[in-house]
């Protein structure tokens, strides 16, 4: 279904520089790549449903940033949108996703026709978008690839507290967040683990980087509980 952009053709009324939103006190990878200039060269653009720039950034714009993680802040409102503001998007990703550049290949374990709803859906003449470099192609740009989390719910107050945590589960290439969902905090040191990635790994690989972490994690916690030092646990960047 076409986006209406009436509003959109009201703002090209405006100067480029009046419609730049402010963004200084933004916490998000949109607001760490849109510049003026960009917003310049993109805000007459519109996908053939639609969908504008303005579209892509509103969340963004609206929601300056969280707490525990730094959100994407744009939407893709369809498959095109990825290519009209690749200029956006394309650093996005990269930032996202740790190093995902434009050539990358997306790697995937799934085969699409043994999945059953895949089935019902080409029957009705539709299907998944996915292509070789996005993967499966959703809204956010945070779950692009496989779209998969694999979460654990994890007690670790000794390392929760430790200063080297947030190092730790970034080499591990694992966030974290409480288990009442992604807007809460740890409560008693449990914590909500999972793949910091989507994309550029296949499901089987994320899953295994979710095991062999928290693996390691409980092994970090042990140490800690004893009163020991974990720097020779210390794992090297994934």
């Not at 990358?104 to 026709?113: F, I, M, S, V, Y």
Request: overall charge negative; charged content about 25%; glycine content about 8%.
């Amino acid at each position: 279904m076409p986006f209406s952009n009436s509003h959109n053709l009201l703002k090209m009324k405006y100067k480029p520089e009046e419609e730049y939103p402010d963004l200084k006190a933004h916490n998000n990878h949109m607001a760490k790549v849109l510049t003026p200039d960009l917003y310049k060269k993109l805000r007459d653009k519109q996908t053939p449903s639609g969908f504008t720039l303005d579209d892509c950034i509103q969340t963004g714009v609206d929601n300056p940033g969280h707490p525990f993680i730094m959100t994407v802040g744009c939407v893709a409102g369809d498959e095109e949108s990825y290519e009209v503001f690749k200029e956006l998007f394309d650093p996005v990703i990269e930032d996202r996703h740790g190093g995902y550049k434009p050539s990358d290949q997306h790697k995937t374990d799934l085969n699409a026709d043994n999945l059953q709803i895949e089935s019902l859906f080409k029957a009705k003449n539709y299907e998944f978008m996915w292509n070789p470099h996005l993967g499966y192609i959703l809204t956010c740009p945070s779950n692009l690839g496989t779209g998969l989390r694999a979460g654990v719910h994890i007690k670790i107050p000794h390392l929760g507290k430790h200063e080297k945590f947030g190092e730790v589960l970034k080499r591990l290439r694992l966030q974290k967040r409480g288990t009442g969902g992604v807007d809460t905090a740890a409560v008693g040191g449990v914590f909500d683990v999972s793949n910091a990635d989507r994309l550029g790994f296949s499901e089987v690989e994320l899953v295994q980087m979710v095991v062999d972490g928290v693996k390691l994690l409980i092994e970090m916690e042990k140490r800690l509980e004893k009163g020991q030092s974990i720097d020779d646990l210390m794992p090297a960047q994934k």
